[in-house]
């Protein structure tokens, strides 16, 4: 099989050049859930329209929908906007592309609410339910890597906990200190209270992590649920032995979302260059999109922007710092050289439209660059 390329291109308008990432944008699962979201719109002009959360972590897609009447159900943390009291038989209601939780599904179902035909759930978040609930018959604990407010977590966890127990651990460290459980360096009662409201009831560490699987929150960083899969597979190694590792670790490297794992693959290909900043672009609630900027910062100075009006000016950005989880305003963020080189992506919750906007816009800050048309022109020779 063929070695997939990851290799950016490289956009030369002569002052600046561009360093694209190869795959970038909506993925399979993103589009998918918004053409639903619109024929759902356009085969109902006369009923009211209602998405459970946010369709996916774009602030434009969803300001769009809204402005076609759609109205949400509730924030991406669980929050309701709208009581479920006022729901009748006689809605529409859309799952969005993270799906949902199993109580929620059932509770609209018993309001008489149809809840399939609109159905969005990304395939791969329904393969790691599938994945989970089959490890769940065979009485492994899911461990699930992801953020537990994340509502594809809340989805994720509710599912898994149907048949089974399951964990949520956010990161590395977390994964660390589920090893001191499993090891017995650590007590039950430790367990209880560091990951109290992240474990399914009548959880018993003593028992319930003595077999285990690892799934993830498809928007995280691969190389991160990998990590965690290793080492915990480690720690079983150790303590069980090499030749009973089955009996106590579960392998699902499948469950990862290739979507994902190529935009993450082309983002550490970006990283190789020699660019003097770089530009991402998505919703600043997006979980994917914030992996990326984690990336890219290893590497430059990067500005995460949702869209082109953030940019002021050639000496002007606005953006968001997601550490801080708060706007900021950077001056002089493009070096005054020729030619300046920045690495330009996006998650996958981003529409490609918005990539061009601000490539177009920042192309206009530098003297005399190459017409779109004449770069077109030279690709089309090569």
């Known amino acids: 099989m063929r070695k997939q390329d990851f290799s950016p291109s490289i956009l030369d308008f002569g002052p600046v050049q561009f360093y694209l990432a190869r795959h970038f944008g909506f993925c399979y ?38 402005s076609r009447g759609i109205k949400f159900i509730m924030d991406t943390d669980g929050h309701q906007y709208i009581p479920w009291s006022d729901l009748n038989p006689a809605d529409v209601v859309i799952i969005p592309a993270f ?29 790691v339910w599938n994945r ?12 699930i890597h992801g953020k537990p407010n994340h509502e594809e977590t809340r989805a994720t966890f509710s599912h898994s906990a149907q048949r089974g127990h399951s964990l949520v651990i956010r990161d590395l460290s977390e994964a660390r200190l589920v090893g001191d459980f499993i ?11 560091v990951f109290a409201g992240k474990y399914t009831k009548d959880f018993n560490p003593d028992v319930d992590l003595s077999r285990i699987g690892v ?25 069980y032995g090499s030749p009973d590792l089955s009996a106590h670790f579960a392998d699902t490297r ?23 900043l770089a530009l991402v672009v998505g919703g600043y609630n997006s979980s994917n999109t914030s992996h990326i900027v984690e990336l890219c910062e290893r590497r430059f100075p990067t500005y995460f922007i949702n869209s082109d009006v953030e940019i002021k000016s050639r000496d002007e950005i606005h953006h968001f710092n997601f550490h801080k989880k708060k706007k900021v305003v950077t001056e002089n963020y493009i070096p005054e050289k020729n030619p300046v080189r920045i690495v330009l992506t996006s998650g996958a919750s981003c529409p490609d439209t918005l990539v061009d906007r601000v490539l177009l816009k920042v192309r206009t800050f530098f003297e005399n660059p190459k017409t779109v048309e004449k770069l077109l022109q030279e690709f089309d020779r090569n």
């Open 29 to 66: 699962g993103v589009e998918n859930a918004i053409e639903i979201s619109y024929k759902a719109i356009e085969e109902n002009p006369h009923r009211r329209v209602f998405l459970l959360s946010q369709m996916i972590h774009n602030q434009e897609v969803n300001n769009d929908l809204q």
């Open 215 to 239: 799934v993830n929150q498809t928007t995280m960083l691969a190389t991160e649920t990998q990590a965690i899969a290793d080492y915990l597979k480690g720690v079983m190694i150790e303590k």
């Open 99 to 127: 799906g949902t939780t199993v109580e929620i599904e059932r509770l609209l179902l018993d309001k008489g609410l149809e809840v399939q035909k609109y159905n969005t759930t990304c395939p791969f978040v329904e393969k």
């Open 183 to 193: 090891k017995g360096i650590r007590t039950k009662e430790e367990f209880l209270t």
């Open 132 to 143: 989970s609930e089959k490890l769940s018959v065979d009485n492994y604990t899911i461990i």
């Open 254 to 276: 499948d469950t990862l979302c290739y979507a994902t794992n190529d935009n993450q693959d082309a983002t550490y290909r970006l990283l190789e260059t020699d660019a003097d």
